[in-house]
């Protein structure tokens, strides 16, 4: 029988991930295992000013816009998720 003890789910805030949450919610319950889940925050910098670009920091930028999905992050998770955040 496999045991899992992690289930990481990615998302990006689309429905399509709200539908990958849940089915990972329920293999981490099922298996009784950490649910782990993720949003990439892109760097704002790059994204602005492309990677050739010359370097220009927006250090308050890119905190505003990690705090705003760690807190959609955690707005998705329920009590009894045990959650790993990564917002990056």
Known sequence: MITLKNILVA???SEASDAALTYGRALARNFGAT????????????????ADAY???MPEL??????????????????????ALTAR
């Not at 649910?35 to 492309?50: E, F, K, M, P, T």
């Not at 505003?64 to 009894?80: C, K, P, T």
């Open 55 to 57: 370097a220009v920091s």
């Open 62 to 83: 890119q905190e505003e816009i990690e705090e705003a999905a760690r807190a959609q992050l955690a707005s998705l998770l329920v009590d009894n998720d045990q959650p």
């Open 35 to 50: 649910l782990h889940l993720v949003h990439v925050v892109g760097n704002v910098n790059a994204l602005v000013y492309g």
């Open 11 to 13: 998302t990006d805030f």
